[in-house]
């Protein structure tokens, strides 16, 4: 038992003397270098999200310029099953067409998120604006008798602002952990 605990001892003194405090160049640099990965790292996710939020936002814009201006690919087509149902009513449509600008409208706000970061009052309006689509789609869906798959669409907005909110948070603390770093540098000659 006394042969175990003599030898951690002896393993705890050579690492204790093995390493020792880096001098103030070397953590300069290794903050340097963490700064621009960071940098890195924070224009790419940024990017990333923002494009992927414009994609789908394309994709929204899209399904509204099909709801408007309808040509079918071929007979039983879904798209025009749907156009028919709802261009019995104009002012329904006009609701789905602002259900999807609406939906549109808050991805854009969370590409802006995305780049820029999220101020408070960017923040609030996405959130307030994420809540109208919702009820939008929620009442449109239930109009349409949708089936249960396509009421994903309902929190598509928020989802994606939850996401935009969380890769600015992310990237924000990453930046912070930096900083803090740097004000934990030491000098070497007084340790």
């Not at 390493?19 to 160049?25: G, S």
């Not at 899209?62 to 104009?90: I, N, Q």
């Not at 609701?95 to 999220?118: F, I, K, N, Q, W």
């Not at 008798?145 to 924000?172: H, K, N």
Request: hydrophobic share 50%; net charge positive; charged share 25%.
């Amino acid at each position: 038992m006394r042969a175990a605990s003599s030898r951690t001892k002896t393993k705890a003194v050579e690492a204790e003397k093995a390493v020792e405090p880096l001098e103030e160049e070397e953590q300069l640099k290794i903050v340097r270098e963490l700064r621009v990965e960071g940098a890195k790292l924070d224009r790419f996710a940024r990017w990333a999200c923002a494009v992927v939020n414009g994609g789908v936002c394309v994709g929204v814009l899209r399904c509204a310029f099909l709801l408007v201006v309808h040509v079918p690919r071929y007979p039983g087509d879904y798209a025009l099953e749907h156009h028919a149902l709802v261009s019995a009513e104009v002012r329904f449509v006009e609701r789905l067409l602002v259900a999807y600008s609406s939906t549109a409208v808050v991805l854009c706000l969370c590409a802006v998120v995305s780049c820029l970061g999220g101020t408070r009052r960017l923040v609030r309006l996405a959130a307030v604006a994420a809540v109208v689509p919702a009820l939008l789609w929620t009442a449109a869906l239930r109009r349409l008798e949708a089936p249960l798959p396509t009421y994903w669409i309902v929190g598509a907005a928020p989802l994606a602002l939850a996401l935009s909110l969380y890769v600015d948070r992310d990237l924000s603390a990453l930046a912070l952990d930096i900083t803090n770093l740097d004000s934990l540098r030491y000098k070497y000659k007084g340790v």
